[in-house]
């Protein structure tokens, strides 16, 4: 049930995973979070700004990566250790997102991977890039 070790995977190995952001998504998100900024929530509010309708928490957008590591590469039993994500295009209610990983670096001795991290919408456009850094689960 665990995921692949470090000597499972290979430079250039990618996983992806789909979603469409959903109103309910925001919401949610906003309430766990605490983020309330008017311009994830409020219709009027995001129509007067740069953006001009609501937008998807940058945060939100972000974690399917965690989805990705944690569940399809490495996969299960994977530990995040870092983050890095530089927020290109905003993300709105009713796109399609997917997000994808991709093996930059294997560090067998330190049992480490670092992946680059690429969310594009349904136009093929970049919404966010950077980098993780993860701990794959040990071999057994």
Do not use: W
């Not at 190995?13 to 409020?42: C, R, W, Y």
């Not at 957008?61 to 905003?90: C, D, H």
């Amino acid at each position: 049930m665990c995921g692949k070790s470090i000597y499972d995977m290979y430079i250039g190995q990618t996983e992806s995973f789909d979603k469409t952001i959903t109103e309910a998504d925001i919401i949610l998100f906003a309430g766990v979070t605490g983020d309330m900024n008017p311009v994830h929530i409020d219709d009027v509010y995001a129509s007067c700004s740069i953006f001009h309708k609501r937008v998807a928490h940058g945060g939100l957008v972000a974690a399917l990566f965690s989805t990705v590591l944690g569940t399809r590469l490495p996969g299960v039993g994977t530990i995040y250790l870092n983050q890095e994500s530089k927020f290109i295009r905003p993300v709105y209610i009713g796109d399609t997102i997917t997000a994808k990983v991709v093996v930059r670096e294997l560090d067998v001795e330190k049992n480490r991977a670092v992946f680059d991290t690429i969310a594009v919408n349904q136009k093929g456009e970049e919404v966010i890039v950077g980098t993780a850094v993860v701990m794959p689960p040990r071999q057994e």
